[in-house]
C-alpha cells in the first residue's frame, strides 16, 4: 500500500517584535525626569501644583480633541471634506495649492492653530490619499501655516492672549498692530511651500484627475461627527474655553459611537505618549528656570532696543521654542522683558509663534500634527522637514519682525 506524503508542519511566521517610537521615550524620560524634579524638591511644591493646575485645562484639551480627531476620521467626516476640496480646484495642482493654503490660514486665523493641527491636517491627508499624490507637501502645509498663520487675533494663540494681556493692547487694536507681520509670514510660508515642497512634488502637466463625492459607509454615524466638530468650532467662536468645547463635542460623538459602531471605542484612542510629555515638559521648563534658563534668557534678550533689540526678541524666542517649547520659551522671555516694551515684547511673540517648525515639540501644534501623521501612517522625510522649517523658520521671524518694525 502506498503511503500518501505528509506534509511538514507549517512554520509559524515570527511575530513582529514591539519597538517603542523614539518619541515614546522622550515622553516617557520626561515624564520621569519632571516628576523627579517636583519630588526631589528642586521645582517646590507651590511651584509644581502652580504648573500642573496650569496645564490640566491644556491636558483636558490635548486628550479629548485627540479622541475627536480619530473617531471623525474614521467616521468619514474628512474624507468628505478631501474629496469637496479637490473638486473645488478642478483638477489644477496650482489651484489646489492655494485652496489648502488659504483654508489653513483660515482656521489658524478665525480658531486657532491647534485646531488647524488637530482637524485640518487629517482632511489634506485623506486628500492626498485619494488623489494618490505624496502625502507630504499637504500635511507641511498644515502645520507651517498652524504656525505662521497664528499671529494676527488674539485667539488664534494661546501666546497671543498672553501678550496682548502683557502689553495692555484691545483685540482691535492688537490685531492692527499684528496685520503687517501677519501677512509677510503667510507670504514667506506660501512661497517656501510652493517651492520647497508643491512643485517638487506635483503630478506630470501640474492636473490630476478630480475624484468622485466620497460616500461615508455611515451616514448617521457620519452626521454625528460632523455635528461634534461644528459644535466644537462654534464653541471656540463664542469664547467658550477650549477645553469644554472640546470635551462636549466628543461626548456627542463617543454616545454616537457607541450605538453605531462600539468596537470602535477603545483605550488606544487615548493619547498618553502626549499627555506624558506635555506634563514632563512644563515641569523640566519650570525647574530649569529656577536653575539658570531666566538667567541665560535674560542674556540672550540683552537690553538693545530699536531694531537690533526687536531682532534678538524675535531670534530669542525662535531659539527657546525649538529648544523647549514655544509656550514656556514665550513665558521665560516676557519673564525678563519690561511690561512697556511692547515691542521687544511682540517680536518675542512673533519668533514663539513663527519659529517653533524644526523639532516636533517646538509648538503644541506641531506635536499634535505629529500624532495625526503617525495614526495616519504617514512619513514626511524627516531631513527634508527640518532643513526647510528652519529656513522658514529663520526668514518668517525676520520678516515679520521686520514688519513689525515698520509699524511700530
Known amino acids: 500500500m502506498k503511503l500518501a506524503a505528509v506534509a511538514p508542519p507549517a512554520t509559524p511566521e515570527p511575530t513582529a517584535r514591539w519597538r517603542p517610537h523614539p518619541l515614546d521615550l522622550v515622553a516617557v524620560v520626561l515624564a520621569v525626569v519632571g516628576a523627579a ?29 485627540i479622541v475627536l480627531a480619530e473617531l471623525t476620521a474614521v467616521a468619514g467626516v474628512f474624507d468628505v471634506l478631501a474629496s469637496r476640496l479637490a473638486i473645488a480646484s478642478q483638477g489644477r495642482w496650482a489651484a489646489l495649492f492655494l485652496l489648502c493654503g488659504g483654508l489653513a490660514t483660515l482656521t489658524t486665523l478665525v480658531l486657532n492653530l491647534d485646531t488647524t493641527a488637530v482637524l485640518l491636517t487629517p482632511v489634506l491627508l485623506a486628500l492626498a490619499r485619494t488623489l494618490r499624490v505624496p502625502a507630504a507637501p499637504l500635511a507641511v502645509t498644515t502645520v507651517w501655516l498652524a504656525n505662521t498663520a497664528s499671529l494676527l487675533l488674539p485667539v488664534s494663540n494661546l501666546t497671543n492672549l498672553l501678550a496682548a494681556d502683557r502689553v495692555g493692547l484691545a483685540p482691535l487694536t492688537y490685531a492692527t498692530r499684528m496685520a503687517l507681520p501677519q501677512l509677510v509670514a503667510v507670504a514667506v510660508t506660501m512661497a517656501l511651500l510652493w517651492f520647497t515642497w ?20 455611515d451616514p448617521v454615524l457620519h452626521r454625528t461627527a460632523l455635528a461634534g466638530c461644528l459644535l466644537f468650532i462654534g464653541g471656540i467662536l463664542a469664547g467658550v474655553e477650549i477645553g469644554l468645547a472640546s470635551t462636549v463635542a466628543l461626548t456627542l460623538v463617543l454616545v454616537g459611537f457607541a450605538v453605531r459602531s462600539p468596537a470602535t471605542l477603545r483605550p488606544g484612542l487615548v493619547p498618553v505618549r502626549l499627555l506624558l510629555f506635555v506634563t514632563g515638559l512644563f515641569l523640566v521648563v519650570q525647574t530649569l528656570g529656577r536653575h539658570g534658563l531666566d538667567d541665560l ?101 525676520l520678516g515679520a ?6 509699524v511700530s
Do not use: K, M
Not at 42 to 59: S, V
Not at 365 to 384: D, I, K, Q, S
Not at 388 to 394: D, I, N, P, Q, Y
Open 198 to 217: 508643491w512643485r517638487r512634488d506635483q503630478p506630470t502637466g501640474g492636473r490630476f484627475v478630480p475624484p468622485a463625492a466620497h460616500v461615508p459607509a
Open 37 to 65: 524634579c517636583a519630588l526631589s524638591g528642586l521645582l517646590p511644591r507651590a511651584e509644581t501644583t502652580a504648573t500642573l493646575h496650569r496645564i490640566l485645562p491644556l491636558l483636558l484639551f490635548l486628550g479629548t480633541v
Open 297 to 397: 534668557v535674560s542674556t540672550l534678550l540683552g537690553a538693545d532696543g530699536g531694531a537690533l533689540g526687536a531682532l534678538r526678541a524675535g531670534g530669542t524666542g525662535a531659539l527657546l521654542a525649538n529648544g523647549v517649547n514655544n509656550l514656556p520659551a514665550y513665558l521665560a522671555g516676557e519673564a525678563v522683558l519690561p511690561g512697556g516694551d511692547a515691542t521687544r515684547l511682540l517680536a518675542l511673540l512673533i519668533g514663539t509663534n513663527v519659529g517653533p517648525l524644526a523639532a516636533p515639540w517646538a509648538s503644541l501644534a506641531t506635536l499634535l500634527w505629529f500624532e495625526r501623521c503617525r495614526a495616519a501612517r504617514v512619513a514626511v522625510p524627516v531631513t527634508r522637514f527640518v532643513l526647510t522649517s528652519t529656513l522658514l523658520a529663520v526668514t518668517g521671524t
Open 401 to 406: 519682525v521686520g514688519a513689525l518694525l515698520l
